[in-house]
């Protein structure tokens, strides 16, 4: 199993197209969607995570199918999790819902204790916030604390947001808090494309974007 494992982390590692992996079975296709969506390639992570609508819905958003994956989380609990889908979904549609949403969100995650909600809707708060960085640095504070507090490093996609913060306040912290966001990223990552974005290389920023099949809207609010 591992060696699988290994050879499909290898196999999308390298681009391999879907026609490559053949019929993955039923059983291993939630593992390698996950898989699949943390090496950004989501419209694979799609193909295989029927089963689970969690994964489904973060690949569909990946490829900014905002619409589809709102309605797969329509069937879900309203715990802090599909929440915060729910909330990033609305965000990329530009409803006026999605503020609100938000704030729901991050109050589910901090009920639950669920780590991973509150960095995923902290983080997507600090974008909302970003006209007002000072706001948007309290924001991204939370899920910094939150991680920290866990024993986890620093979230790379919260310190990609951190970065563009800092950056409109000006000074040469945002440029060091990108450096560290990049360096903290994967590959294909929103984290990794708004870190390049703050460091003003906008084509390896285009080209990360579009070898992870991530959406425009991903960046649609860090223009400096």
Known sequence: MADAQDELRTALERGEPASFFGAVPLHEQPEAARLALRLGRPRLAALWAQADPLTHAAALLRVGESGSALHLLEALPGTARPAALRARALWQLADAQAEAVTHSALALARQEGDVG?????????????????YAALHAL???????????QPSDAHLLAVLAHAQLRLGGPKGTRTAQKALDRSLPRSPARVLALFALEQGAKAQAEAADGELAAVWWRDFSR
């Open 117 to 133: 909600a509150v960095i995923a809707a902290a983080g997507l708060r600090g974008e909302q916030l970003l006209p007002q960085p």
């Open 141 to 151: 504070a939370e899920g910094l604390k939150v991680a920290e507090g866990s024993g």
